[in-house]
C-alpha cells in the first residue's frame, strides 16, 4: 500500500489560505474535515478559523462529535480537538453543548507529563472550553458549577484558567469559590495568583484585606509573591495602596521586585507615578523601577525626564 504524504497535505490545506477561490477552499475543506487523520483535521480548522469561514460550522460541529466519541484512538495528543474548539469559538458558535462535553474529556497516558502531574492530553482541551463557555449563553450557577469542578483539575493550567474564568463572569457567586481555593491552596503558583486577580476583578477593593493577608504568610513564600504581584497590577486605589505598604514594609526581596512588576502592569496613573519616586528615591531598587516603568502604559510621561 503506498505511503500516504501527509506532510504534503498538511501543506496543501495551508496553501488555501492563498486561493482567491472561497467557494473551492470551501469544498476542499469539507472533504478535510470528514476525514479520520487528526493533523490534518487540526490544520483545516486552523485555516477555516483564519479565514473566517463561518459556513463551514456544521462540518467543523460535525468533525468535532466524531472525534470527542472516538476517544483518544484517533486523535492521541487531541490536536483535532483542540483546534476544532477554538475554530468553533472564534466561528460564533454559541451552543454550550460541545464545550461542556469537552470539560469532561481526559486522554490519560498520551504524553509525558510535568513533574507532579498525571499525564492527560486533555487538558488543553478543556482549557479551550472554559474559554468558550465564557462567550455562550448559560445560566451563571451551571456556568460556576462546572468552573468549580475545573478548579481541582489535575492539570495546572486548567486549574488556572478556570481560576481566570471566574473572575471574567462577573458573577458575584464566583467570590466564595475562589476565596475557598485560595484558602485551600494549590502547588502551582499560577494557580493562587489567577484566584487573587479573579478575586480582585469580582470583588473589587473588597478583596484587598483577604488577599493581603497572604502577604504575612511566611511559610508560603509563593503566595506572597503572587499576593503582592496581583494587588500591585490591581487597577483599584486601594489596592495600590496595600501593595505601596508591602513595598515599603521589611519584606523579603523577592516579594517587594512582584510589587514593582505588578506595578508596571497596572491600568493606574497613580502606579507608574509611584515607580518614579521609587526610581527617584530608591538607589537600591533603581534598576528595577525603571524596568517596571518601561513596561507602563504611562511611560511617555517621564521617558524625557528619565533619558535627560
Not at 483564519?50 to 486523535?75: C, I, N, T, V
Not at 509573591?225 to 483599584?236: D, G, S
Not at 521589611?250 to 517587594?256: E, L
Not at 516603568?293 to 517621564?302: D, F, G, I, M, T
Request: contains cysteine; hydrophobic residues 45%; charged residues 30%.
Amino acid at each position: 500500500m503506498p505511503k500516504v504524504d501527509i506532510e504534503g497535505k498538511a501543506r496543501a490545506i495551508d496553501e488555501l489560505r492563498q486561493s482567491p477561490d472561497r467557494e473551492a477552499v470551501v469544498a476542499e475543506l469539507k472533504k478535510v474535515l470528514k476525514q479520520r487523520n487528526n493533523y490534518l483535521a487540526a490544520k483545516a480548522a486552523r485555516v477555516a478559523s483564519d479565514l473566517a469561514m463561518d459556513e463551514l460550522l456544521p462540518e467543523l460541529r460535525a468533525a468535532y462529535d466524531r472525534f470527542l466519541s472516538g476517544g483518544a484512538k484517533g486523535d492521541p495528543q487531541c490536536w483535532a480537538k483542540i483546534a476544532l474548539v477554538r475554530a468553533l469559538k472564534e466561528l460564533g458558535h454559541r451552543d454550550p453543548e460541545p464545550y461542556l462535553r469537552g470539560l469532561e474529556c481526559e486522554q490519560l497516558g498520551a504524553w509525558v507529563p510535568p513533574p507532579g502531574e498525571q499525564d492527560d492530553a486533555a487538558g488543553p482541551l478543556r482549557s479551550a472550553c472554559i474559554s468558550a463557555l465564557l462567550e455562550c449563553s448559560i445560566d451563571d450557577v451551571e456556568l460556576l458549577t462546572r468552573l468549580a469542578d475545573r478548579l481541582t483539575d489535575r492539570v495546572a493550567a486548567v486549574r488556572a484558567d478556570a481560576a481566570a474564568a471566574v473572575g471574567r463572569t462577573g458573577a458575584g457567586a464566583g467570590v466564595p469559590l475562589l476565596r475557598l481555593k485560595a484558602s485551600t491552596g494549590d502547588r502551582e503558583p499560577e494557580v493562587l495568583g489567577q484566584c487573587f486577580f479573579g478575586l480582585l476583578e469580582l470583588a473589587q477593593a473588597d478583596a484587598v484585606p483577604f488577599i493581603a493577608k497572604f502577604i504575612d504568610q511566611e511559610d508560603d513564600p509563593d503566595a506572597r509573591v503572587e499576593a503582592a504581584a496581583a494587588l500591585a497590577e490591581a487597577p483599584i486605589p486601594q489596592a495600590l495602596e496595600a501593595a505601596r505598604r508591602v513595598f515599603e514594609g521589611r519584606m523579603d526581596r523577592d516579594v517587594r521586585e512582584a510589587v514593582l512588576s505588578g506595578l508596571g502592569g497596572s491600568k493606574l496613573e497613580a502606579a507608574a507615578e509611584y515607580l518614579f519616586e521609587v526610581y527617584e528615591d530608591e538607589p537600591a531598587w533603581r534598576d528595577k523601577a525603571l524596568e517596571a516603568l518601561e513596561r507602563s502604559r504611562h511611560w511617555r510621561a517621564y521617558e524625557n525626564e528619565i533619558r535627560r
